[in-house]
């Protein structure tokens, strides 16, 4: 069977605010060729005249972000890697999310208790990974629902992938630390999504990777500068990077 990997990022985090009409913006790198094509980017890319030392969008100037643009039409000519986007309002997300995580996790438990902004937590726990039971731990309502709406993202992109292919494909994914995570090497959002798109994608999607510290690699800071760019192209107006949007194959936007 035909595999398929890709790293993803949110800008600006994982996490829903107060308003409904805040953005979340998604980007994914679809790795062509192999697991190195991830890796060939950057610093690390094998010819020099293209390398270039990569550094989290959030912090950099007008002239970096300019190079790293550059830098990223070279990587989308060279046909290793595919860029692709997936933009959806808080209240998509809510709404997806809720839908999706009950559908295929059972209904979200009610109220353990509340966070200092009156937002409701549950109590989660009492499954083994590893062969181990996980103590119980609190999570918010809207992290569930976070999670139920990245997995629902991440199997349309597999269900694009078998479309184009025209028979089932397997996807491998490597995501970025989800914020304020708990647990044995703060994973257990993290296993929990890995689970849900387990369920939902029949096996054929897999959550492979989540780094111990965040965009300490090239790979991992590519994917941080996609997501800052995708934001900036939609919210910036001046429209200064607005060309920058040819670099983006695949597009989903719900608002």
């Known amino acids: 069977m035909k595999k398929y ?99 295929w996790m059972g209904a979200i438990p009610n109220p353990s208790s509340y966070n200092k902004k009156n937002r409701p937590r549950v109590l989660m726990g009492g499954y083994e990974v590893n062969d181990q039971v996980i103590p119980p731990y609190e999570l918010l309502v809207d992290d569930l629902i976070v999670l139920g709406w990245y997995a629902e993202s991440l199997v349309s992109c597999l269900s694009v992938l078998i479309e184009v292919n025209g028979e089932a494909v397997e996807l491998d994914i490597l995501i970025d630390k989800l914020p304020n995570d ?49 934001r900036e192209i939609t919210l910036d107006s001046t429209l200064e990077y607005r060309d920058a949007i040819s670099l983006f194959t695949l597009n989903r936007v719900q608002l």
């Not at 950099?60 to 972000?65: G, H, L, P, T, V």
């Open 5 to 103: 990997a890709a790293v993803v990022d949110v800008s600006p985090t994982e996490q829903l605010g107060d308003s409904d009409t805040d953005l979340k913006f998604m980007a994914l790198l679809f790795g062509l060729k192999s697991y190195m094509s991830f890796y060939l980017v950057g610093r690390s890319h094998p010819d020099e005249s293209i390398r270039f030392p990569l550094r989290k969008w959030s912090s950099a100037n007008r002239s970096y972000k300019r190079k790293f643009i550059e830098h990223a039409h070279h990587l989308a000519r060279s046909e290793n890697i595919v860029f692709a986007a997936n933009v959806a309002s808080s209240s998509v997300i809510r709404r997806t999310g809720k839908k999706y995580w009950e559908f």
């Open 182 to 230: 708990q647990g044995d090497s703060g994973h257990y959002k993290a296993t929990l999504l890995k689970e849900i798109c387990r369920r939902s994608s029949n096996n054929l999607l897999a959550i492979k990777g989540v780094p111990e510290i965040s965009d300490s690699t090239q790979r991992d800071l590519l994917v941080d500068n996609m997501a800052g760019l995708l």
